[in-house]
């Protein structure tokens, strides 16, 4: 999959970033080349190869399921930008 | 050529732990907004999420009641999408190694039949908080507390063919975790919610366009909006149109549903491992200590009821379907010695009074005791079943145990056959000419006639006569 300037505004937007027209090609092609890299990887013949979800050998630790947590509503909204009634508050969101 | 109705289902399942699925705090409703949002739940940068035991123990308990392979290293995704009631950025979830995998439900249908739905797989996730739309003057509130709590997210494969199967699976699925103990079962407050996709086709065509219908809460508005789209569906396609793929939203109160406007980036969640957890292990010891741990499945109980109490199928299937149905029947056959009639009462008039005053049974005014004691007072012959469902009426208003009922009103039935026999003699001699008339008739019309006499001895009695000793007591002196 070749990667041009609209894809590289799609994922920009995706992921909320603001991205010049003018770096648009420059990105494209780093983009590209990080795909070709991936290409490549898949080159490799892994028939023998179990797949593997983390690079380390360990499993995840687990937590007892306690209330450990205090309330920390008042500091949290402190630093909102705008609070009331014990909620945060944004610009409305209509689905 | 009539058309083939195609439903699969998404069910999310509220997994009811103490602490939410990465952070330890408190998981419950009702709170303050924002008081149970601890900084993990906020998203603050430098937080690390930890996994709860206990969240992790009951999916995998779930896998093991629809004889689910479990799997031995499950991995948390990051799936991102950008809303303020989501500060993470990203929810996360599993996608490619999922805790449970491919299993199956059996259900049964009001004719009899029975059905396997199969299960495609079911996964752990945490679960957003809320948008609050009303009530803050053209903004919206957000509000954490629900932010982290553990879900268990159920995808069937597309198994059902109409509404009442879909019903019946949601309904089996709701028995099945409440039974094992992982989820409340509260759809009023959210425990249970479905997701509903729906497509037509011609019989033998391959799988027509589908929509999903979101975040349905109730039974019957799961039932009413199947029904809805799948008339919408047969309607746009027999006018000549297409099925648009699309996410629809349900009105239960208008009986409605509209198109959610779908961006184009709606589906596009670039999931990744999530680099902050490494992958779950369950062990065959955890799992030999999950099956030994293993509470009754509703039909495990279906087939004990069967045996135990000698119940219909019919009657079984009924009564093991909730948890709370099952232990109020047992309750009430307990005390009150006689399963078919404590079956009787808890499906017929106990059903009915709670459907009419929309009650759970877990909140009925009448116990399962008092219930009992009903039972017991009818089947040795203290009272009539007539004066049964006065007594029920006068324990459902809160009058207190029967026992005392029948004590305080007097609605013992008259055992004192001396008593009963005088009222019956004075009832002879004070009807003459019906009597004259009942001794020359012959048996079949005497088996009508001797209605009169029985009526003015009840009335004479207030009800309290017991019916065979009174008929028999009428036949003797009547001859």
Known sequence: MAIDS???????????LKVDEADSAALSDRLNDILAMVDQLQQADVTDV???AHPLDVTQPLREDEVSEP?????????APAAEDGCFLVPRVIE | MSWEVVIGLEIHVQLNTVSKLFSGSKL?????PNTQASL???GMPGTLPVVNKEAVRKAALFGLAINADICRHSVFERKNYFYPDLPKGYQTTQLAEPIVGAGEVEIQLENGEKKTVRIHHAHLEEDAGKSLHEDFHGMTGIDLNRAGTPLIEVVTEPDMSNAEEAVAFARKLHAIVTSIGICDGDMSQGNMRFDVNVSIRKPGDPLGTRTETKNLNSFRFMERAIKLEVERQIDVLEDGGEIVQETRLYNGDTHTARSMRSKEDANDYRYFPCPDLLPVAITDADLEALKAAMPELPNARKARFMDDYQLSEYDADLLSGSIATSA???GVANAGGDAKLAANWVMGELAARLNAEEKDISDSPVSAEQLG???ARLKDGTISSKIAKQVFEACWAGEGDPDAIIEAKGLKQMSDSGELEKIVDDIIANNAPQVEDYRNSDDAKKKKKIGFFVGQAMKATQGKANPQQLNQLLKEKLG
């Not at chain 1, 309330?71 to 630093?79: C, E, F, G, H, M």
């Not at chain 2, 419950?28 to 303050?32: C, D, H, V, Y």
């Open chain 1, 6 to 16: 609209k894809v590289v505004a799609q994922v920009a937007h995706l992921a909320r």
């Open chain 2, 40 to 42: 993990v739940d906020l």
């Open chain 2, 328 to 330: 109020f029947f047992e």
């Open chain 1, 71 to 79: 309330n920390v509503r008042d500091k949290a909204l402190d630093i």
């Open chain 1, 50 to 52: 179990a797949p593997m």
């Open chain 2, 28 to 32: 419950s409703t009702g709170a303050e």
């Open chain 2, 373 to 375: 004691q009903l039972i």
